[in-house]
């Protein structure tokens, strides 16, 4: 029986051999990115039947068919298809694809294991759409921006607490469901996930000296520890950087009950050494922790009798959150967010004396909640009398750099796809102090997608997978300015099957156009204030929620007396002084005629395109 078995195994790899192409490839397997790479090219070739063997180190005898190089481990048979310049150009993250003079093996070069990892990605993608890669051009491909981040709300001690924040409770601890949405992160060059909340520490550590902060047992909190290591570990091992970011001032409901405290704005002594204690505690369990990011609006002070000058803020997260890090077992990534209640000088001054390894991030809402809208910037959450506060890049900064949040508080339902937004909005605001983007929502968690019932259309899982354009436009564009329509067209084709992917684009990217226009026509700040696809607005003079007014939609006098808020936008008032003679515009100007002229004609053309993707008829007569 035992000689049979083994007869068997010869024969079924003998015959899997003979029936699939070999293709082979070098690399090193103790880089996780590299192997993260490998594993879905080697997915990516089984689908069109051909097979991937891997090796270590090169084979003297054979040729591969890839080799990944990196630059400080280059394989001693190389160096004669190598010149100095070849690494020369490439920056952290980028690549270079280079053919052999026998143009038999491409080698995939790169300075790190995450510029390595996208080098065969890019090589996967190309054969899915090739079915081969021995057409593949030699190129070199960098980084657009450093900084590629999605915003994720958590649902545990939420900004906003709803059912909308409850129901993802279960799926946000999964780690199945993290494992998918890293892979679609690492698929768009994403590569940032920062993570947000209240307050953070309960549930990752047991304070030393305040350990009835958390609310959860020995076990409890052993889950939830294993639950984050795991979920830190995936993303370092996919290349991408994890941080924890939360609001102050702010302890849990146990330790406010426990200790003597207020929930929030307590400046008591023992809230800042048990939130600097928790910092450094945080940073010396989680090793796999990339960063620590701090707000310094929302409860310090605003809604107190305590007077909270911005001094004041910057000196408590001076004395919290920068002390803490500094007394940390080893040196993590800083991100201080840039909200109402900062001052620039200030902000400056306390990462001058924060001395820290890497330049601090420093984020800044465009068009506040409301990023999906003008490409042109008009408002920041820093926004003060009128006037956009330039002392935040002006003058240029030594030791952080700029990335902008551009929220999404305007479509969570419908599907969004624009990539000629982003290529302009790129064009606008990549400057010199400008290294990176967030994305993401502040009321949406893309997790459990309760917005669709279960039926036979449904092919996806989670939000994040039907909304899958959203994330890839955004990922890729940031990435590469320059990709191509001809890559998010093939991803349609890749879904839906051949020849379609190029209308369907289309159509996408005209629908996609009619919430920028509302938003960047209908001027809005924080988050409830206008809900473009539901055709919803609060009351901008209070902070009346849309959902407690009597009518939610905005009302046609609402929508003639409102500010735009793209400066080239008029508003129907301005425009009718102009039409009458009294006061009048800018012949370049967007006239709301105009605007609803061209919003009228793309609808029509969109819907078009996509009568045309339906079968015909008399297909089924």
Do not use: C
């Not at 020369?88 to 038999?104: F, L």
């Not at 995450?114 to 090589?123: F, H, I, T």
């Not at 003058?395 to 902008?404: A, D, G, H, L």
Request: charged content about 25%.
């Amino acid at each position: 029986m035992k000689n049979l078995k083994i007869i068997f195994s010869i024969l079924f790899t003998f015959f899997f051999n003979a029936s699939f192409a070999q293709i082979s490839l070098v690399y090193n397997p103790e880089q996780g990115p590299a192997t993260h790479a490998v594993s879905q090219f080697r997915s990516a070739l089984l689908n069109e039947g051909q097979h991937l063997v891997t090796f270590r180190e090169l084979n003297q005898t054979e040729k591969p068919s890839i080799i990944l190089v990196d630059k400080e481990n280059i394989p001693p048979s190389l160096p004669s298809q190598l010149h100095a310049g070849d690494f020369g150009d490439i920056k952290p993250e980028g690549y270079a694809h280079k053919w052999t003079a026998d143009g038999e093996t491409l080698l995939i070069l790169s300075t790190d294991p995450v510029g390595a990892q996208y080098g065969l990605l890019d090589v996967s993608e190309y054969f899915q759409t090739h079915k081969t890669f021995k057409t593949l051009p030699a190129k070199l491909v960098n980084a657009g921006f450093e900084y590629r981040v999605v915003k994720f709300n958590l649902p545990w001690s939420p900004y906003r607490t709803s059912e909308a924040m409850d129901v993802h409770t279960h799926v946000s601890r999964d780690l199945q469901f993290w494992e998918r949405f890293l892979d679609m992160m690492v698929e768009n060059r994403l590569n940032v996930l920062s993570l947000w909340n209240n307050h953070p520490f309960p549930f990752m550590i047991r304070s030393a000296n305040f350990p009835k902060a958390t609310p959860f047992d020995d076990r409890e909190m052993a889950e939830w520890q294993v639950f984050w290591k795991s979920l830190f570990r995936m993303a370092k091992h996919r290349g991408i950087q994890t941080f924890i970011v939360n609001w102050n001032i702010v302890v849990s409901p146990e330790f406010a009950e426990a200790y003597g405290a207020k929930e929030y704005n307590d400046l008591s002594d023992q809230v800042k050494q048990y939130t600097k204690e928790s910092v450094t505690q945080l940073i010396n369990e989680y090793e796999d922790l990339t960063g620590i990011g701090v707000t310094l609006a929302d409860w310090m002070g605003n809604f107190d009798a305590v007077e909270m000058t911005p001094q004041k803020r910057e000196d408590w997260i001076e004395e919290t959150f920068v002390a803490g890090m500094k007394e940390a077992d080893r040196s993590v990534k800083f991100l201080h967010r840039s909200v109402l209640a900062g001052d620039p000088i200030a902000m400056r001054e306390l990462l001058d004396r924060a001395e820290l390894k890497d330049p601090a991030l420093v984020e800044i809402k465009f068009n506040w909640s409301h990023g999906h809208s003008t490409p042109k910037l008009a408002i920041t959450h820093d926004y003060h009398s009128g006037e956009l506060d330039e002392r935040f890049w002006n003058p240029m900064p030594e030791n952080y750099r700029i990335q902008w949040m551009v929220r999404n508080e305007d479509f969570f339902i419908l599907r969004w796809g624009q990539p000629d937004f982003i290529r302009e909005h790129i064009r606008l605001n990549n400057k010199e102090f400008v290294n990176g983007y967030f994305i993401g929502s502040e009321g949406y968690i893309p997790a459990v997608d309760y917005s669709h019932k279960p039926s036979a259309v449904k092919t996806w899982q989670y939000a994040f997978e039907k909304q899958w354009l959203f994330y890839k436009v955004w990922g890729r564009l940031l990435y590469q300015p320059n990709t191509p329509d001809a890559i998010f067209s093939a991803a349609f084709d890749s879904r839906y099957g051949n020849q379609i992917g190029e209308n369907l684009l289309a159509a996408y990217i005209l629908a996609s156009n009619m919430p920028l226009r509302l938003a960047s026509f209908h001027r809005s700040t924080w988050d409830y204030t206008l809900y473009s696809e539901g055709f919803i607005e609060a009351e901008p003079s209070s902070k009346t929620e849309w959902f407690d007014r009597s009518s939610p939609f905005i009302s046609i006098d609402e929508f003639i007396n409102h500010e735009t808020l793209d400066p080239d936008m008029l508003s129907i008032p301005v425009y009718v002084e102009g039409f009458l003679g009294k006061k009048p515009f800018p012949k370049e100007s967007i006239t709301p005629l105009a605007l609803a002229d061209s919003s009228e004609k793309e609808s029509k053309k969109a819907l078009g395109l996509i009568a045309s993707l339906y079968p015909r008829a008399d297909a089924y007569s």
